[in-house]
Structure formats: structure tokens, C-alpha cells
């Protein structure tokens, strides 16, 4: 039989709604399943998840439904482990920072939740600091893993566009108050003092799926919003929510490309998917979502003309799209950018989606910030 090369990973913050199940158990269990992580020189890897939390009931219980040993609520001790050899964090993001700045402390390398930190600099310091202790790096982008944006990715890296004239999204649904209906999301993401807001949440994954789809954004103006004002938490407490949680913004990309992009836990969908891009382009379009991409060609291009006294008639706009086929199969978003880090650390491969890059859209979500503030646009 092949070797198994056995890695330790501190997983942190496996309590929590992302920690649990897309990293434990659709990710780490799930490469466990499927017979670990396979090398190009034969073997492979195989994670060995120690988990770490601050309530030692929870962890003792996912434990003990997963089949697993090593968990604990000292992190010090965690990380003083030999055989741990990877810092994972799903904590709260005001967390983050002193927890990675432990790890590579500890000479760990680093895998992390978006955002990085809660400021560019201090994202900038973290990327620093892991390069001089040469610690691989990596921060969670998902997005770019999802079936209707690997389609995307396909048609521009095909040709199909022409030239790309814009790029338009839809993010977002509605989130309960909390007061009749639970709230879907944790409440932190509603104070601004516990590192909330949609803007921290969501233009760290605009920057990276603009990056690597259209191009480096070069601007942003953003008017943000916090429509409700008062929720219930998660023991039944009303609080004040102060943060952002909608964004309207406007991204200039180089290249000339203009990206509009609105964010919402206050939208009722009336979409396909949760999100939703529609980009336009000289030879043709898409409208790319979570799991679906549909396209219309210039040559399938109907010719609307302007006449409300007319009501439409035949076949309605949606149905002049056709949709983009698989043709392949589609993994988990999380799992597949953990296999990517997992081979990066014990086998050198490249992986781009660093700290640096996790920085850069740590500083497009201080900028849309910065854009709301002032009411201006930002250059960055
Ligand atoms: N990649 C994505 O699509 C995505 C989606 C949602 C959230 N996230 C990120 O994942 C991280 C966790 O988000 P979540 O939705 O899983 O949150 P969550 O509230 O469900 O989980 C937070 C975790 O942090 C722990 N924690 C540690 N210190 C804490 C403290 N002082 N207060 C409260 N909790 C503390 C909790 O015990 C829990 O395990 C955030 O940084 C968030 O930005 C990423």
C-alpha cells in the first residue's frame, strides 16, 4: 500500500456554522471518506483534525459523533504540538488576527476564513510575518470553486465574450430579525463592535472573483446601509444593529471593465440562485449563479423594441438563454481549495490564494467602507 503522509491540523473554531460543516465535515472528514489527498509521486495525505473551541461539551460531541480524539480549549497547547503542523481558523473574525499571529509564533502554517484581519494593515502585517517566518499561507476563497463560476471562468478563458463590457451581481436574501423567525446568521454579523457588517463580509470574496476572472480592481464607490436597525440574538436579547447590511457599489477594474455589485441580507430573492453575475460582452452574455451558468450569443440575440401599450407575447426573455453543460464533475468549493493547500504544504505546489491576496480584499473592504463614509469614489 501507498504511504500515508499524516498531517496534523488545528482546526479552530469547529463550533461555529463554517468550522463545522464546510471545513470539518464536507471538507477534512470528507477527504478522509474519500481516502485522503493523493500525491503525484504516489501515497497520500491524510488529515488529522485536533479541534479547538472554547466550549468543551461541543467538542467533546463532535468528537465523539465523528470518530475523532484530540480536541481542546487551549490553543497554547494545541499549537505546541510537534505533530500539528497546520493552524486553521473559522473563529469569529475580531479573533483571527492574535490566533495566526500565535501560529506562526509557533511556526505553523496558516489557513484561514475570510477576512484575513479586521484592517489592511494588520492583513499586510500577517502576510509579513508568515513570509519572513516561511510559512505557507493560504485564506479561504470558495467562491471560485463554485460549478457556475468554474463555467464562467471557462467561457472567458474560451473566448466567448469578446470584449467584457461589464459585470453586474445580485448577492443576498433576507435574514430573520431574529424576533418571529431565528435569525439564518449569527448576530455578531450585526455589531460593528464584534467585527460584523456585510462589506467586511462579502468584498473580500468580490475582490478575489474579480481578480481572477475580469481583472484588478482599480476603483470603488459604495453607499452602504443599516435598513434594520433593531434584531434579536441568538438567546432571545433584542440588540441594536449597527453595522452595514446592505452594499451598493461600483467597481472600475483595470482594463476598463465596470463591475456593480450589490450585497443584501435585507432582499427577498426573486433570482435563480442566491447569487447571481450577469456579464456582457461584445460577441455575447451569461448570467452565472452558484451552480448554474446560462448564456445568449450575439446571434441569439433578440430585438427588443421599446412599446409599454403592447403587452409581450411568445416566448419571454429568460427563455432565449441556453444553459452552459457540466462536463465535469463538480466538487465541493471548500474541499477542493483544501486539497489545494494540503499539497501546497507537504508538496510544494503552487497555491496564489495567500495572505497577499486575502490582504488585498481585507483593503477593497476598507476602501467600500472608507467610499460610504465620505461619499466619494476610492482609488486603490
Ligand atoms: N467563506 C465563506 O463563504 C464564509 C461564510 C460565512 C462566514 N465566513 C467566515 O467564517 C468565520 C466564522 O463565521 P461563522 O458564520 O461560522 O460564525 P459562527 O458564529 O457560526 O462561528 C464562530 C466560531 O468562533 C468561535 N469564537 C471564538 N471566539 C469567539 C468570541 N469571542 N465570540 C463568539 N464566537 C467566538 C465560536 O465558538 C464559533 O466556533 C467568519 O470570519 C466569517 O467571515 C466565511
Not at 155 to 178: A, C, N, P, T
Not at 327 to 352: I, P, S
Amino acid at each position: 500500500m501507498a504511504a500515508r503522509r499524516s498531517i496534523g491540523i488545528v482546526v479552530n473554531g469547529v463550533t461555529g456554522r463554517m468550522g463545522y460543516r464546510q471545513h470539518l465535515v464536507r471538507s477534512l472528514l470528507a477527504i478522509r471518506e474519500q481516502g485522503g489527498v493523493p500525491l503525484a509521486g504516489g501515497g497520500h495525505i491524510w488529515p488529522e483534525p485536533i479541534l479547538v473551541g472554547r466550549d468543551p461539551d461541543k467538542l467533546a460531541a463532535i468528537a465523539a459523533q465523528h470518530g475523532l480524539t484530540e480536541w481542546t480549549t487551549d490553543l497554547d497547547a494545541a499549537l505546541a504540538r510537534p505533530d500539528a503542523e497546520i493552524y486553521f481558523d473559522s473563529q469569529v473574525t475580531s479573533q483571527r488576527e492574535k490566533a495566526i499571529r500565535q501560529a506562526i509564533a509557533a511556526g505553523k502554517h496558516v489557513y484561514t476564513e475570510k477576512p484575513l484581519a479586521e484592517s489592511s494593515a494588520a492583513s499586510i502585517e500577517l502576510a509579513e510575518l508568515a513570509e519572513s517566518a516561511g510559512v505557507r499561507n493560504g485564506v479561504v476563497q470558495d467562491k471560485l470553486f463554485l460549478p457556475g463560476l468554474r463555467k464562467l471562468k471557462r467561457l472567458i478563458d474560451g473566448g466567448f465574450f469578446g470584449q467584457i463590457l461589464s459585470v453586474r451581481g445580485e448577492f443576498g436574501y433576507w435574514v430573520f430579525e431574529g424576533d418571529w423567525q431565528v435569525a439564518q446568521r449569527p448576530s455578531w454579523n450585526y455589531r460593528l463592535a464584534d467585527g460584523g457588517g456585510i462589506v467586511m463580509d462579502m468584498f473580500p470574496h468580490w475582490n478575489y472573483v474579480l481578480e481572477e476572472l475580469f481583472g484588478n480592481v482599480r476603483t470603488v464607490q459604495a453607499t452602504t446601509a443599516t435598513h434594520i436597525t433593531e434584531r434579536v440574538d441568538e438567546r432571545g436579547e433584542t440588540y441594536t444593529a449597527d453595522a452595514d447590511d446592505a452594499a451598493y457599489a461600483i467597481f472600475e477594474l483595470e482594463g476598463g471593465i465596470v463591475a456593480q455589485l450589490n450585497s443584501s441580507w435585507t432582499v427577498r430573492v426573486n433570482r435563480d440562485e442566491l447569487v447571481e453575475f450577469q456579464v456582457d460582452g461584445t460577441h455575447g452574455s451569461a448570467v452565472a449563479g452558484l451552480r448554474g451558468c446560462k448564456i445568449q450569443h450575439r446571434a441569439t440575440t433578440p430585438k427588443p423594441v421599446w412599446n409599454p401599450d403592447l403587452p409581450l407575447t411568445g416566448k419571454s426573455f429568460r427563455d432565449e438563454w441556453t444553459e452552459v453543460p457540466d462536463n465535469e464533475e463538480f466538487d465541493n468549493g471548500f474541499k477542493v481549495q483544501w486539497e489545494a493547500f494540503l499539497r501546497h504544504v507537504v508538496a510544494g505546489e503552487t497555491f496564489h490564494w495567500d495572505f497577499r491576496s486575502g490582504a488585498r480584499g481585507v483593503r477593497l473592504a476598507e476602501a467600500g467602507l472608507q467610499s460610504a463614509r465620505e461619499g466619494k469614489r476610492i482609488e486603490l
